[in-house]
């Protein structure tokens, strides 16, 4: 029996499993952080590595620049636009909603506190509602609650499954397993995951979870045929998650075809946008916004820094050069879970 308060014990019997190389891949902005905060990657066995991956972080895989553009849009249409800290900064091809600051562009914690901005003026207001399953159920609460009618948002969240299904099609990562997000299973539980004939893990946070999520994964890769999802996280996942708040997302949002940021084509099933029925908050038709598609900055790699250990963010020309946290050119230099700011921060190195 493993002692979970001891990850001295579970590095031991991870190095006494290794038989071979593996690599996994994590999809999680905050495993990512974790991963570098604790310094994990050096003390990890020989052959052993851990590489990121889709979705990552709300901020580096949505809103592709196409949205960024369309929230200045509505910016320079007179609307207060709301929305989290890290996302004013994602640069567009106009520039960054910070940028447009003179155009009343306001950080806040959540979606809660734009509606109560919206409550203390006639102005219209707009959230720029980005993340995974972790955040839609909040907006769709929101919604339910029938806010003001001057308030909208613009629906930039994103699927993690659909994700993967497509990064598992191309075949373009030699993977040996996939360590799952612990915050999006707290909500949307793992049920879904269990489509993919992959040995997966579903992952905490704390040094010691992480680790136990990488033995669990070498363990069921050496049973040979073995391809299931186990949870190494169960003091906060369950296999069902909540099923409360994913009712009230789906009440609210219906699944769509969108783009993806980071190289990556239009995902079929991998977006959320409102329902007719809540057509009035949708703020894309309430001012006629159109999102369109936008090529990248020609030498940002973030595209394949997120497509599975294809590249790291050492690779990059730009990064911590033309590239760095303080004058990000790209996504994943922006947010505080984006692979290239951490590496920047942390000082990590390619393996």
Request: proline share 7%; hydrophobic share 40%.
């Amino acid at each position: 029996m493993i002692n979970m308060a001891d990850g001295t014990d579970i590095l031991k019997a991870l190095n006494e499993e290794m038989d071979r190389p593996y690599t996994f891949m994590h999809i999680c902005g905050t495993h990512e952080a974790a991963i570098a905060h604790a310094g994990l990657r050096s003390i990890l066995p020989d052959g052993l590595k851990i590489v990121m991956g889709p979705p990552g972080c709300p901020v580096c895989i949505t809103p592709p620049q196409g949205e960024i553009d369309a929230a200045i849009d509505l910016a320079e249409k007179g609307c207060i636009i709301a929305t989290y800290g890290d996302l004013i900064r994602v640069p567009g091809t106009k520039g960054s909603l910070e940028e447009y600051g003179k155009n009343d562009v306001r950080v806040v914690q959540g979606v809660h506190k734009a509606v109560e901005i919206a409550e203390k003026t006639d102005r219209e207001v707009v959230f720029i509602s980005v993340g995974f399953e972790t955040t839609a159920p909040t907006v769709a609460a929101t919604i339910l609650q029938e806010p003001p009618e001057n308030f909208s948002i613009l629906s930039c969240h994103r699927f993690v499954p659909p994700a993967m299904k497509y990064l598992l099609e191309q075949g373009e990562a030699k993977l040996d397993g996939f360590l799952l997000p612990g915050h999006v299973c707290v909500v949307a539980g793992y049920e879904e995951y269990e489509q993919f004939p992959v040995p997966q893990v579903v992952g905490g946070f704390e040094p010691e979870d992480i680790l136990l999520g990488l033995l669990m994964l070498v363990k069921q890769v050496k049973e040979g045929g073995r391809a299931e999802v186990e949870n190494a996280y169960p003091r906060a996942v369950s296999r069902e998650g909540n099923p409360k708040a994913m009712q009230m997302m789906y009440e609210v949002f219906e699944t769509c075809d969108v783009e993806w940021r980071g190289g990556f084509p239009v995902i079929p099933g991998s977006g959320l946008r409102l329902k007719e029925k809540y057509a009035a908050y949708d703020a894309q038709k309430k001012f006629g916004i159109e999102i369109k598609h936008v090529e990248k900055h020609s030498a940002c790699i973030c595209d394949r820094v997120l497509r599975g250990g294809v590249a790291d963010p050492s690779d990059c020309k730009l990064f911590g050069k033309a590239c760095t946290p303080r004058k990000p050119v790209g996504p994943c230099m922006v947010s505080h879970e984006g692979a290239c700011k951490i590496w920047a921060l942390y000082h990590q190195k390619k393996y």
